[in-house]
């Protein structure tokens, strides 16, 4: 069973200013399946939010969580809760 999930999940690092937020699109793309957001927020973190197969998420998390990524991650905190929609594609906010 892959049921659909949302992920919000919030990277803490040296993670603005390197294309963190284009690789994220890039990844979230290239798993399938995805769609949501990467945005740079005012105290230096990357939130991104992804919804699709529980797979695809979890693929994308190991991604973020991993040293494949642009810039440092430091750590990565994570939610899980239902799909919300409403997202055309994987933007970059």
Excluded: K
């Excluded at 105290?43 to 994308?60: M, T």
Aim: one cysteine or more; aromatic letters at 10%.
């Amino acid at each position: 069973m892959n049921e659909d999930v949302r992920l919000v999940a919030w990277v803490r690092g040296h993670v603005q200013g390197v294309g963190f937020r284009w690789f994220t699109r890039a990844r979230a793309l290239e798993t399938g399946g995805l769609s949501g957001f990467a945005l740079n927020l005012a105290d230096g973190r990357v939130q991104v939010v992804a919804e699709g197969p529980r797979e695809s998420c979890e693929a994308l998390l190991d991604w973020l969580q991993g040293d494949d990524t642009p810039g440092r991650v430091d750590g990565v905190t994570e939610i899980w809760d239902t799909p919300r929609g409403g997202y055309e594609g994987f933007a970059i906010r």
